[in-house]
Nanobody, 124 residues
């Protein structure tokens, strides 16, 4: 599966953005989908994940709970990340990722497919 992330931009603290990740190829419903982010530095941090098919299982990083919402539209082969009440510390490159079936996990090591990343910058 190939992933294409979009929707990043420059916003002010308190604003909202919605990221999209469009997947090409078949069997999108069989992939767990996730968002990670990387601020300047070596670490890529988990943000949110949603399980394959109906998305019955969702995980969030503590830092984004209550502000971010992950969702998927299997008819459009797309996963979304709605980001509200953005903070300067949310500034990062956001990556979408996919893993085939099984239990939805939060470690980047469990994801085989990655999009190219989209920059989100939040000014104070």
């Amino acid at each position: 599966v190939q992933l294409q992330a979009s929707g990043g931009g420059l916003v002010q603290a308190g604003d909202s953005l919605r990221l999209s990740c469009a997947a090409s190829g078949r069997a999108f419903t069989s992939y767990n989908m996730a968002w990670f982010r990387q601020a300047p530095g070596p670490e890529r941090d988990f943000v949110a994940a949603i399980s394959w098919w109906r998305g019955d299982t969702i995980h969030y990083a503590d830092s984004v709970k209550g502000r971010f919402t992950i969702s998927r539209d299997d008819a459009k082969n797309t996963v979304y990340l709605q980001m509200n009440s953005l903070r300067p510390e949310d500034t990062a490159v956001y990556y979408c990722a996919a893993s085939w079936g099984g239990i939805v996990r939060i470690s980047q090591r469990d994801y085989n497919y990655w999009g190219q990343g989209t920059q989100v910058t939040v000014s104070s």
